[in-house]
């Protein structure tokens, strides 16, 4: 029955989310398609801005670990795949994770290791975008006023309160639950049963223990997502839009922040949308910007993914 709620609540929060995005897309449509259209031309800007956050994630990754073998350029390119996977592919944003950890095993990293460093570096990625959505919100205080910025409060402490109880869940038991569920799919699909880790807890809370590393990490993290309001601000150059860099921060904060809120659903699809366009109109900046913006963004997406997918199918991690 909880169950069934639960597919019904997230089903009707993709439906509102579509009906609105469609509305206003609709509404704001020559706009929306000539801006975006007209920024296409950074497309090569924003993949290399782009590959540099995804390379920064990959040494956090990596510095989870103490050993020095496998090398950096695996990291990078299972980020990049994990990426594709997903942006692209319809698994809810978890089975680039499961891939990832696969290719990992496949390196020689035992596989409780493996999956549990995912799980980690995920945490810590979800941690950094807390901190990051914090920025944010301050500047958005700075830059537009305090009427503007008290309607974000809210969703700032919610924010604020999920990510504290995501942590705490995978520091006191989720991660057993996980080895449950892992050991099902293992079950269901024969072929993934290699993918059954047992230990996953325990591998964990080894790499929780290395504060040192996890400070290191989250740091990095943090970096690459202020690497995306350079992509922010670049775009919204191409549009034509006159946004300073403090606004760009605001608008990626804010837009990201409602993408990784609508990680149930694959791409985010229509919510990341309406997070662009709802965090531009907090500046007073058009919403057909922030629309167009999350268009833009969605190309090099795509690009991105292709890659990223490309890569995990010759690498064998669907196979």
Same mark, same amino acid.
């Given at each position: ?131 990051? +959505? %914090? ?41 057993? +639950? ?40 989250? %740091? ?64 007073? +900046? ?34």
């Amino acid at each position: 029955m909880m169950k069934r709620g639960l597919l019904i609540a997230l089903a009707a929060l993709v439906v509102a989310g579509v009906v609105w995005a469609s509305v206003s897309t609709w509404t704001n449509i020559v706009a929306v398609g000539q801006g975006t259209l007209q920024a296409l031309w950074i497309l090569p800007a924003l993949i290399a801005i782009h590959l540099i956050q995804l390379f920064l994630s990959s040494i956090a990754w990596r510095g989870l670990f103490t050993t020095n073998e496998p090398g950096i350029g695996l990291y990078f390119r299972l980020r990049v795949i994990r990426e594709g996977i997903d942006s692209l592919l319809p698994v809810a944003q978890v089975g680039g994770e499961v891939v990832g950890a696969r290719m990992l095993m496949k390196r020689g990293i035992p596989g409780a290791q493996a999956g549990a460093s995912v799980i980690v570096d995920v945490s810590l990625e979800v941690l950094s975008q807390a901190a990051f +959505l %914090l920025t944010g919100i301050a500047m958005l205080a700075i830059v537009a006023g305090g009427d503007r910025s008290t309607a974000w409060l809210g969703a700032l402490a919610v924010a604020i309160v999920a990510v504290g109880a995501f942590l705490l869940a995978l520091r006191f038991g989720l991660l057993r +639950l996980l080895e449950l569920l892992v050991e099902r799919i293992g079950e269901q699909f024969p072929d993934l049963a290699n993918l059954s880790l047992t230990g996953l807890h325990a591998a964990a809370a080894a790499f929780y223990r290395q504060g040192g590393a996890l400070s290191r990490a989250t %740091l990095l993290h943090f970096f690459a997502w202020l690497f995306g309001v350079l992509e922010t601000w670049f775009i919204f150059y191409a549009l034509g839009v006159p946004a300073s860099l403090s606004e760009a921060l605001v608008v990626e904060s804010l837009g990201m922040a409602a993408r990784t809120a609508g990680f149930a659903i694959p791409g985010a699809l229509a919510i990341q949308e309406g997070g662009f366009a709802l965090a531009a109109l907090s500046l007073g +900046l058009p919403e057909s910007a922030g629309l167009s913006l999350s268009l833009v963004k969605r190309a090099r997406e795509i690009l991105v993914g292709i890659a990223g997918v490309t890569l995990g199918w010759l690498g064998g991690g669907f196979r």
